[in-house]
């Protein structure tokens, strides 16, 4: 199946400062990638949808100036948690979609706000 | 109600043993079916991708969709203790190609 990686796979940061987390799809193009945050022993949270050279779509509830996305290029998308606070703990996870339907997923991103 | 309601588990068979895992929505536009694999503290693997009714097979897996009931199930066959793992079931429709999940049932097969 399709490869898509995620970067830092775990990452701790202070409060009140900024995040980058990376989503790259490897040996394919995709046209559109999909954040997700997983709280334990839950399903997965939808955040928001990106489409290449596009604005994010946001979820109802996501506050869209917190969680910046970007998606520059038809293989990396881009989460950036900004002024992040304990609350933003959790584990963020990237997927993508070529030209059909089977959406592959990251290995995701353990955040710690300390 | 949810749109997609799968039982959460937990499951525990024996190591060899037929596991059926099951999902029932209720949104008759949902046209894309998953099965994903989700091990602990990592993300989903996709299993199985179907789309039209009817079963398909891939070595031990089996997904099957009866869109007239609703209903999607996947079997394992000669499960073993590395299938231990929480099976999410997704579907989605439309050119947005989102996913709704269902719950996820967490299985546990033991040697």
């Known amino acids: 199946g399709a490869v898509v990686s995620q970067h830092p796979s775990r990452v701790i940061c202070k409060s009140g400062t900024s995040v980058k987390i990376e989503c790259r799809s490897l040996d394919f193009q995709a046209t559109t990638m999909f954040w997700y945050r997983q709280f334990p022993k839950q399903s997965l949270m939808l955040m928001a949808t990106s489409n290449e050279g596009s604005k994010a779509t946001y979820e109802q509830g996501v506050e869209k100036d917190k969680f910046l996305i970007n998606h520059a290029s038809l293989t990396l998308s881009t989460l950036t948690v900004t002024s992040a606070h304990p609350e933003d703990s959790s584990f963020y996870i990237c997927s993508a979609i070529g030209t059909g339907y089977e959406q592959y997923f990251g290995p995701g991103t353990r955040l710690t706000v300390t | 109600q949810k749109e997609v309601e799968q039982d959460p588990g937990p499951l525990s068979v024996p190591e060899g043993a037929i596991v059926s895992l099951n999902c029932t929505y209720s949104?008759?536009?949902?046209?894309?079916f998953m099965w994903y694999r989700q091990y602990s503290r990592k993300g989903p693997e996709l299993l199985m991708y179907?789309?039209?009714?009817g079963n398909k097979e891939d070595g031990r897996f089996t997904a099957q969709v009866d869109k007239s009931s609703k209903y999607i199930s996947l079997f394992i066959r000669d499960s073993q203790p590395s299938d231990s793992a929480t099976y999410l079931c997704?579907?989605?429709?439309?050119?947005?190609?989102?996913?709704?999940f269902g719950s996820g049932t967490q299985l546990t097969v033991l040697p």
């Open positions: 997704a579907m989605s429709y439309g050119s947005a190609r989102q996913l709704t």
């Open positions: 179907t789309y039209s009714s």
């Open positions: 949104n008759s536009a949902f046209q894309y």
